[in-house]
């Protein structure tokens, strides 16, 4: 009998469980929330959570919200649940509890409206909570749904109710508002014909930033300016080559305009090293959504005072400063050190780190560079050369032609030029440009003890290099 009466308790509560297993409608109308615009708010509402029954509940009867990706305020939260029947029926919810991340009810009384048989909540009563807050730090600390998800269980908790169904609804999505990208980048392609002074095929290149700002219904915040930071070799915009860059010659090099109407740009500044750009753009009148800013960048121009262009990359840091739904002005970098592009040329490219010319430490070098040009055209050739300090002794200087198919001897060249400077006897660096195809030369470089006959074979970075 013993063991029976225990099967039958299993049974009995298995039946039970299986009855309750229902499907409940969970619903709420999603808020749309700013994670710039409502950082400030002293707690973020959370709307009305709706149950629509699946079985039947009774007085002692549970119903818990969970939250996820928001904890709840408790402070300024004043939970309460109500439930409305399609029929005269009534009941009487109590609040239990919360956790950071909960809230539960109790079912207290109930009352039927005599309209039926007894009180009828599957499929004719909807829960409602109300009241409820959420912390505003946890809900901008990331962007995407916030969801909350129905549990319901009997007094004792030993049954689950409404297990089934749609117990799962998203409360808010919380929207980063602004943001940006680069949507056009820089790609010049330098013409070492040209001494390294025009773009192949175009006298201007152009980059392209674009912020954007998204919709969003609750605490929205106002776009006030954006500034761009575009990182990149800028000495192109150095005219007359003394080494610093008037406002006429940065206009002149870089023009920047903005698609927003009624935004003004501020004069863009350039800094010592003319290796960063800055330019603020802010909105002129009432609060809008800011625009995309254009910048082209114009070649120097043929001629042996002027400058030349630089291969390398660029990248663009933004900032969108905004003023949010309370509180003082504030700023969001949407974009930092993005890839805005880069300037190539159209030749080869090969750099040597180290070398040393004429007396170096009571020593006396002979110094070797040689170009080998394997394919069928020949091209003129230019240095780079800085020295261990970074000083740069010699810019874009040809030291030769390198006929087709056929060994050019650049270290007398080299040599020749950094005598007339003054600085014959050093150690350099030597960054060596050739207008030939990349796949088709070959530096050899070296420098010679001309006492012992000690050769130093210096690695460098042809393409088809053999590295020794």
Do not use: C
């Not at 300024?76 to 919810?93: H, L, R």
């Not at 609060?287 to 990248?315: D, H, W, Y």
């Amino acid at each position: 009998m013993k063991t029976i009466f225990k099967k039958s308790l299993v049974a009995a509560a298995l039946a039970a469980a299986a009855f309750n297993a229902s499907a409940v409608t969970v619903t709420a109308t999603a808020a749309a929330i700013s994670q710039e615009g409502a950082a400030n708010q002293t707690s973020i509402v959370v709307p009305n959570v709706l149950a629509t029954a699946g079985a039947e509940y009774t007085v002692g009867d549970t119903i818990t919200l969970t939250f996820s990706g928001a904890e709840l305020d408790l402070d300024t939260s004043v939970p309460a649940m109500t439930v409305a029947f399609t029929d005269n029926d009534a009941a009487t919810i109590g609040f239990v509890g919360a956790t950071a991340t909960s809230v539960t009810f109790r079912i207290t009384a109930q009352t039927d409206g005599s309209d039926d048989a007894g009180v009828n909540y599957s499929g004719d009563a909807v829960f409602t909570a109300t009241g409820l807050r959420f912390k505003t730090s946890t809900v901008v600390d990331a962007v995407g749904a916030i969801k909350v998800t129905h549990s319901a269980a009997n007094v004792t908790g030993s049954i689950v109710i409404d297990n089934l169904g749609t117990k799962e609804a998203t409360v808010a999505n919380v929207i980063a508002q602004f943001s940006s990208s680069v949507t056009t980048k820089l790609d010049g392609v330098i013409d070492v014909g040209q001494s390294r002074q025009k773009f192949v095929g175009a006298t201007t290149d152009v980059l392209v930033v674009t912020p954007a700002e998204a919709t969003a219904a609750t605490h929205d915040a106002a776009y006030v300016s954006t500034t761009h930071v575009i990182k990149g070799d800028f000495s192109f915009a150095d005219a007359n080559k003394n080494g610093t860059v008037t406002t006429a010659e940065l206009n002149a090099a870089v023009a920047v305009a903005t698609a927003g109407a009624g935004d003004t740009i501020a004069q863009p500044t350039l800094n010592t090293a003319l290796n960063e750009l800055t330019v603020v753009v802010t909105e002129a009148g009432a609060a809008n959504t800011p625009a995309a800013t254009t910048f082209t960048l114009t070649e120097p121009g043929v001629a042996t005072t002027k400058p030349v262009l630089v291969p390398g990359s660029f990248t663009a840091t933004t900032t969108i400063r905004y003023t949010p739904a309370t509180g003082a002005a504030a700023n969001k970098v949407t974009e930092s050190n993005a890839a805005a592009g880069a300037w190539t040329l159209n030749g080869a490219t090969v750099q040597v780190p180290y070398l040393v010319f004429g007396t170096v430490g009571g020593k006396a070098y002979n110094t070797i560079v040689q170009l080998n040009n394997s394919s069928t055209v020949a091209g003129d050739v230019f240095v780079d050369v800085f020295k261990e300090d970074g000083t740069q002794v010699l810019a874009n200087k040809k030291v030769g032609t390198a006929a087709a198919q056929s060994t050019t001897n650049l270290g007398g060249a080299i040599k020749a030029e950094l005598e007339a400077l003054g600085a014959s006897n050093s150690k350099v660096s030597v960054k060596v440009v050739a207008n030939v195809p990349e796949d088709k030369a070959a530096v050899y470089s070296a420098f010679v003890d001309t006492v012992t006959g000690e050769r130093i074979i210096i690695n460098n970075d042809s393409k088809v290099q053999t590295k020794e």
